[in-house]
């Protein structure tokens, strides 16, 4: 059987484009033709999760009836009672199977079984719904939406991490032809905005240009004024292949009729970290933010642990990107990359902090706003040449 | 129960801009970020007896000061 992993060729694309026409004619006349969307969509993730991949496909199967059975078994319990050690636990086992994946490979020395593409933002999704839950704010959890929400395949390799709430927010009506005829519109832009974004410009930096730089950076050692082209290439592939991608996510949802959120709005245009993090892969440092950084604010400030509102901070900013450093994975230019964004983000506010104090003595200006432009978009690519792993090569490898 | 709102924004800010004016987009203008929110929730929770989990806070739903009064006003 074929095997097509999603947005990598045109074939998909074709397919895709067949397979939603049906689906585009019934939106426009009021229609969710919901029994035909299921099929297309267990039809693609066969494509992606069968034939060669099968392995990942019944990974995939196993962790959806798990994690389900999970949301629906605390939603049940959440009904009734409220105890902090059921939640605690319930999130615990939300990210278990991710855990053992994550750390299969070190206790082993082999690749784990249970790993299938799309893991880590599937478990995004589970414990933001465990967590709402708990907060009382999903009243009613179906099996079956559940499931659906979980295996919403145009965002099912890598995202954007929607919430449960908001997607059957949108499922649940149909919008208006006019509402449709703008979401279509989007959607075929971002698609093609999207070609142009992954096929052209990522494969000019990533493929064409990458290789020759880092062969340069290699071969000079050390630092050099190749390493530094390295950085802002590397950088360059990374945004235009991660966003072409989250484009394309994003626009064949809207043809499906759901606002899935965006990932990425004009990063290199932040004025500072702070503002580049509400900019860059949006959907996820969202979710730190809810569900990491603002809920620990919350427990700390609520039982009164802390009293510094400045420490409670940089401790939850410290906390939040630890955990994303160690989720992109456990190796330690990862963790660097975590701490310095952490450290980045505390002097940020600190700086910020200053400025309001001082804010009739400092310029401000066309000029003054060009060089944060600068100082920003420096900080974040040298924070790319970390999490790309290069310096590992360059220094450590033998 | 508005001046009691606008007072924590206001004490929150640190600016007198939120009671001047209330459209003013508070995440937007930087007057509040992540943990001026939370403080916020505690506080209305505190002042006002509203219980406001920080799963409710959906930012474009809080993001001026008028926004926040109706909210609390609808959920007293």
């Known amino acids: 059987m074929i095997n097509l992993q999603p947005y990598q060729n045109p074939t998909y694309f074709v397919l895709l484009a067949v397979a939603l026409l049906p689906l585009a004619i019934g939106l426009l006349y009021g229609k969710r033709f919901k029994v035909y969307e299921m099929i297309v969509s267990f039809a693609f993730l066969l494509l992606t999760f069968g034939g060669v991949k099968l392995n990942e496909g019944l990974a995939l199967l196993g962790y959806v009836i798990f994690e389900t059975l999970l949301v629906c078994g605390y939603h049940a319990y959440r009904k009734k009672q409220n105890s902090g050690y059921v939640f605690v636990l319930a999130v615990v086992l939300a990210i278990a199977p991710l855990l053992i994946f994550k750390l299969t490979p070190f206790v082993t020395g082999k690749p784990s079984i249970l790993g299938f593409l799309g893991i880590s933002y599937l478990t995004f999704k589970v414990v933001g719904t465990v967590m709402e839950t708990r907060d009382g704010m999903i009243k009613e959890l179906k099996w079956y939406h559940v499931l659906h929400f979980l295996l919403f395949f145009p965002t099912i390799s890598s995202g954007p991490i929607d919430r449960y709430r908001r997607f059957r927010k949108d499922y649940e009506k149909v919008p208006s032809r006019e509402k449709y005829l703008e979401l279509l519109g989007k959607g075929v832009w971002n698609i093609f905005l999207g070609f142009f974004y992954k096929f052209i410009l990522a494969y000019a930096f990533g493929t064409l240009i990458l290789p020759v730089v880092s062969k340069y950076a290699l071969g000079h050692g050390g630092i050099s004024w190749w390493l530094v082209a390295y950085m802002y290439v590397y950088a ?163 | 129960m508005k001046d009691t709102v606008l007072g924590i924004l206001e004490d929150l800010t640190g600016s007198d801009e939120v009671s001047k004016d209330l459209d003013v987009n508070l995440f937007e203008t930087g007057l509040l970020d992540s943990m001026a929110t939370v403080q916020l929730l505690l506080e209305l929770q505190a002042q006002c007896g509203i219980d406001v989990p920080v799963s409710e806070f959906e930012r474009s739903e809080w993001d001026t000061p008028n926004k926040i009064i109706a909210k609390v006003e609808s959920m007293q």
């Open chain 1, 236 to 398: 360059m592939d990374l945004f235009f292949d991660f966003a072409g991608y989250s484009l394309f996510a994003v626009g064949i949802s809207y043809i499906m009729g759901v606002e899935t959120p965006v990932n990425f709005n004009k990063p290199f245009i932040s004025k500072n970290i702070k503002e580049f993090w509400n900019r860059w892969h949006m959907s996820l440092s969202f979710w730190f933010r809810d569900y990491i950084y603002m809920r620990f604010v919350f427990f700390i400030m609520k039982n009164k642990l802390m009293k510094n509102r400045v420490h409670i901070a940089s401790v939850g900013y410290l906390l939040l990107f630890l955990i994303m450093g160690f989720w992109h994975g456990l190796t330690w230019y990862y963790i660097v990359y975590g701490l310095y964004h952490a450290c980045a983000i505390i002097l940020c506010d600190a700086w910020l902090r200053f400025k309001k104090k001082h804010k009739d003595k400092l310029p401000h200006n066309k000029f003054t706003e060009c060089l944060a432009i600068f100082v920003t978009f420096n900080v974040v690519c040298f924070s790319f040449l970390i999490f790309s792993g290069f310096l590992d090569t360059l220094f450590f490898a033998k």
